[in-house]
Each structure stands twice: as C-alpha cells, then as structure tokens.
C-alpha cells in the first residue's frame, strides 16, 4: 500500500514538474508572438510588419523549447502531445499535464498581452472590441482567416502546415535518421515555424497548434470580445487540422523514413548477433 501512494505521488510530481514546463514554455512562446501582432495591429503598420510577427513567434519558439525541453520535451502544442499520445509514447495522464500547462501558459500569455497593450488597444478601438471591422482586434489573441478564404480552402492550410510542422521536428529530432545536435534543436525549431510563416501564412495566419488558438480565444470571450469570437465557423479548424495534420506528417515520416530505418538497425543486430554466435 505504501509503495503504491510513494509511485503514486512520484507520478504526480512529474506531472506536475511537466506541466509547470509547458506553461512556461507556452507563455514565453505566445508573449513574443501575440505581442508582435498587438505592435503591428495597433501600430497601423508603422511599429512592424509581417515579417517582424514570423520572427517573433519563430524566437519565442526558440526560448520556449530551450526553457522547456529539458524537463516536458516542450511541445507547446496540444496537436504534437496528442499525437505522442495516439502513438503510445506518453501516458493519459502525461497527455492531461502537458494540454493543461499549455493551455495555462497560453491564456496567461493572452491575459499579460491585453494588460500590456490595455491603453493601445482602447485608444486603437475607442473601447468598441470588435472581431471584424476597420478597428477589428480580436486577431491581436486568436486566428482568423482571410476573406478569400473558404472554409475548405483554411482547413487544408491549416492540416498541410502542421504537417511540414511535424515532418520538420522529426528530421531536427529523429536520432535514428540525421539529426541535429541538441544544442541546436531549439533554433532550428524557430527557424522551422518562421519559415511556414513566411510560406504558409497568408490563409490563416497559422494557427498549427489548438493551444496556441483556443485559450487566447476564450480570454477574448471573456475580456470583451464576447461569443462573436466563437460565433464564425472557423473556430474549430485551429483545433482539428493540427491534430488530423500532426498525425498524417508522422505517418508520413514513418513511411517514407523511420520503418526503413528501423529495418537497418534490427538487420544490424541480427548482424552482430549472428557475429557473436559465429565467435
């Protein structure tokens, strides 16, 4: 019985320990990226341009995986997490503390933001919050997509970006393949989620992660942008297509890569087996 609390509260602690780091790491990536929006929104194009919100999400990537990595991996995004989940490398209960701390990080991210920019945002606005429209601001928090954009046209941005997100990881991560030495994984991250925004962000902004959306979404609902961020029927897409995305990339990569690799290296074992057993 007393085994069983002790395994029990270690289990909590690294839950807990985990959690802690994908909030961290989730809040210093989505500081860097709503606020570089809320520059260039409120600044009327003056105070930065769409260049400048690319490199700000692609280094606030960058610092939240070097402050998280160590402890979580540093997801930082609820579609990766749920895909490790799917695959069997971490557990129900890893997978609720890393979309819990996420999710925490990501909407105390929003809430700092809105309390940095209050002043601007009233001023920008005349305290009129608005989802669209000249003084439209909600985009500042959450994505939305443009008005040429259909519908379908968002949900395939939005799934064909996370998955040149995932295959992108997997080549940074994948031991087995080429690759890149720890040290780096964090900057090549940043430079992988700055070059789909400078590809791919012209449709939808790119979401490619439900944390990076759906908190800051529900912070706007109850700041004063009230059910009209909830009202169109793009909210969901953020969520789905990252996560249908995350799973058809690693698919993808086991295909094309990781099953061959696998197959070299248990034809090497067999190999130096078969060497032993022949000594």
């Not at 990536?29 to 009327?44: E, I, N, T």
């Not at 993808?252 to 087996?273: G, M, P, R, V, W």
Request: hydrophobic share 50%; glycine share 10%.
């Amino acid at each position: 019985m007393l085994e069983k609390a002790k395994k029990a509260f270690r289990i909590r602690n690294i839950s807990i320990r985990e959690m802690l780091a994908e909030a961290l790491g989730t809040f210093i990536l989505m500081v860097f990226g709503l606020s570089s929006v809320a520059q260039v929104v409120l600044g009327k194009g003056n105070t930065g341009q769409y260049l400048s919100i690319n490199m700000a999400f692609g280094i606030g990537v960058t610092l939240g995986v070097y402050a998280a990595g160590g402890v979580s991996g540093a997801h930082l995004n609820a579609a990766i997490t749920i895909t490790q989940w799917v695959l069997g490398t971490i557990s129900w209960t890893t997978l609720v503390a890393y979309v819990v701390g996420q999710f925490l990080g990501s909407f105390m991210a929003a809430a700092t933001v809105f309390a940095l920019y209050y002043d601007a945002i009233y001023d920008f606005t005349g305290g009129n919050l608005t989802v669209l429209g000249p003084t439209a601001t909600a985009m500042i928090f959450s994505t939305f997509p443009a008005p040429n954009v259909s519908l379908q046209g968002a949900f395939f941005t939005e799934f064909t970006a996370t998955v040149m997100l995932i295959l992108g990881v997997l080549v940074i991560h994948d031991e087995r393949n080429n690759a890149a030495i720890k040290g780096a994984q964090p900057m090549l991250t940043g430079m992988l989620v700055l070059g789909i925004g400078l590809g791919m962000g012209l449709n939808t902004g790119y979401a490619i992660n439900p944390s990076r959306d759906l908190p800051p979404r529900i912070f706007t609902a109850i700041a004063g942008w009230g059910s009209a961020v909830f009202t169109y029927s793009w909210w969901w897409v953020p969520i789905a297509a990252p996560i249908l995305g995350s799973l058809f990339g690693v698919f993808i990569y086991k295909a094309c890569i990781d099953f061959h690799n696998l197959s070299d290296h248990e034809t090497e074992q067999e190999k130096e087996q078969a060497d032993m057993q022949t000594s």
